[in-house]
């Protein structure tokens, strides 16, 4: 069973910046270089929606509101997966979680990662 903690969400400015950090485990001798990551969000109310994803060959791909703001990435060595955001908005504002499938690829969509984090809180105040 894959567990993903994710860690560095927070309260920051508009215009501020933060990078979100989650683990997969187990850790130490497991690898997960060849699933894909991914980053997602979701308001209260609303139905989670796709941030940016990663694929086991180091391919991105970002929904339109974070494009040019948003950077994920990935440390295979240390089985984690970042989210650098930059320029953040109020409208950023969400509960971030991060995910991961065994499959190389994944589409920016929820259903298709299997494993899910708790998620970590980012709020941007204008």
């Known amino acids: 069973q894959v567990q993903l903690v994710e860690s560095g969400g927070g309260s920051v400015q508009a215009g501020g910046s933060l990078r979100l950090s989650c683990a997969a485990s187990?850790?130490?001798?497991?690898?997960?270089?060849?699933?894909?990551r991914g980053w997602f969000r979701q308001v209260p109310g609303q139905e989670r929606e796709g941030v940016a994803t990663i694929d086991s060959a180091g391919t991105t791909s970002y929904a339109d509101p974070v494009k040019g703001r948003f950077s994920i990435s990935r440390d295979n060595a240390k089985n984690t997966l970042y989210l650098q955001m930059n320029s953040l908005k109020p409208e950023d504002t969400a509960m971030y979680y991060c995910?991961?499938?065994?499959?190389?690829?994944?589409?920016?969509?929820?259903?298709?990662?299997?494993?899910w984090g708790q998620g970590t809180q980012v709020t941007v105040s204008s």
């Open positions: 187990p850790g130490s001798g497991y690898t997960y270089s060849g699933y894909s």
């Open positions: 995910a991961a499938d065994p499959r190389w690829w994944s589409r920016l969509r929820e259903s298709d990662f299997r494993y």
